[in-house]
């Protein structure tokens, strides 16, 4: 008697976003230490993800910029044990981000992974809150779509594309989203476009793509929030499974550990 062929497993990826370190490592933002909450995320994916395939780090990995902050952030997610690719956030310097990476694949744009592709897209303005992705940056999108033969695709950036319903986040988010959105509509096997930035979960679908932001690994921002306006909620991560077939399968996952204490009487955000 046959049995029908086992299908490939998925492939296994993790997104940890907006961990805004220090060079100082007692940096803290309302009181949060940034270090110790990306350390709780951290310890929280190797207890509930024991396989990671790729680490997808969107954007703001630093608050201020610096090498140190940098070289922290890759030592602590280097625990992980898993391949990473990095992306800035306006938060980030992206020439040092590609300075201290020299030599290795964490600014690789594109990856192809199993029956994915997956593309880092930088949609940062240098000394901008809000996002815009460059001309260059569209043109990456433009031939990395339409050399991805047979495989489906899922696309990463750092600012939001959408309207997620916090009005003062909305000026700050990617100014040409049109644009962007337009290119992948042109495009059935992207599946799901990812960013950061937001600092809170966003899961929804519009005409077939998948749309995903993710809470930070520090300080969380109040959902529906008219004006800025933090939660108490804990850091976090996204969890997304990328089967064969194009299906994707993901949620987030919460330091369940760690307690916040917020101090506004101490410097924020």
Same mark, same amino acid.
């Given at each position: 008697?046959?049995?029908?062929?086992?299908?490939?497993?998925?492939?296994? &990826?993790?997104?940890?976003?907006?961990?805004?370190?220090?060079?100082?490592? /007692?940096?803290?933002?309302?009181? +949060?230490?940034?270090?110790?909450?990306?350390?709780?995320?951290?310890?929280?994916?190797?207890?509930?993800?024991?396989?990671? #395939?790729? !680490?997808?780090?969107?954007?703001?990995?630093?608050?201020?910029?610096?090498?140190?902050?940098? @070289?922290?952030?890759?030592?602590?997610?280097?625990? !992980?044990?898993?391949? /990473?690719?990095?992306?800035?956030?306006?938060?980030?310097?992206?020439?040092?981000?590609?300075?201290?990476?020299?030599?290795?694949?964490?600014?690789?744009? %594109?990856?192809?992974?199993? /029956? =994915?592709?997956?593309?880092?897209? #930088?949609?940062?303005?240098?000394? @901008?809150?809000?996002?815009?992705?460059?001309?260059?940056? !569209?043109?990456?999108?433009?031939?990395? &779509?339409?050399?991805?033969?047979?495989?489906?695709?899922?696309?990463?950036?750092?600012?939001?594309? %959408?309207?997620?319903?916090?009005?003062?986040? @909305?000026?700050?988010?990617?100014?040409?989203?049109?644009?962007?959105?337009?290119? !992948?509509?042109?495009?059935?096997?992207?599946?799901? +476009?990812? =960013?950061?930035?937001?600092?809170?979960? =966003? #899961?929804?679908?519009?005409?077939?793509?998948?749309?995903?932001?993710?809470?930070?690994?520090?300080?969380?921002? /109040?959902?529906?929030?008219? #004006?800025?306006?933090?939660?108490?909620?804990?850091?976090?991560?996204? =969890?997304?499974?990328?089967?064969?077939?194009?299906?994707?399968?993901?949620?987030?996952?919460?330091?369940?550990?760690?307690?916040?204490?917020?101090?506004?009487?101490?410097?924020?955000?």
């Amino acid at each position: 008697m046959s049995h029908p062929p086992t299908p490939p497993a998925p492939l296994h &990826l993790v997104q940890l976003t907006d961990p805004h370190l220090f060079a100082d490592p /007692a940096g803290a933002m309302l009181g +949060l230490n940034t270090r110790d909450s990306l350390r709780h995320v951290i310890a929280q994916v190797r207890r509930e993800q024991p396989r990671i #395939d790729l !680490l997808l780090c969107t954007g703001d990995l630093s608050q201020d910029g610096s090498a140190a902050s940098y @070289a922290a952030f890759r030592q602590l997610t280097d625990e !992980l044990g898993a391949a /990473a690719r990095w992306l800035p956030g306006n938060h980030d310097d992206a020439r040092l981000m590609a300075e201290v990476t020299a030599h290795s694949a964490l600014m690789q744009a %594109v990856t192809d992974i199993g /029956a =994915w592709r997956i593309v880092m897209l #930088d949609s940062a303005v240098p000394g @901008a809150t809000h996002g815009q992705l460059a001309a260059a940056q !569209l043109a990456l999108l433009d031939a990395a &779509l339409a050399s991805a033969g047979d495989r489906y695709c899922l696309v990463c950036c750092h600012h939001q594309p %959408v309207d997620i319903g916090c009005e003062w986040i @909305a000026p700050i988010g990617l100014r040409n989203a049109d644009q962007l959105l337009a290119r !992948l509509a042109q495009y059935p096997q992207v599946k799901a +476009l990812l =960013w950061g930035h937001v600092h809170q979960e =966003w #899961d929804e679908v519009r005409e077939g793509l998948r749309l995903l932001a993710s809470p930070s690994t520090c300080l969380q921002f /109040a959902p529906g929030s008219a #004006d800025f306006q933090v939660s108490e909620q804990q850091p976090g991560y996204r =969890w997304l499974r990328l089967h064969a077939d194009g299906r994707l399968e993901t949620g987030v996952e919460r330091a369940r550990d760690f307690q916040v204490k917020l101090d506004f009487d101490s410097p924020g955000y």
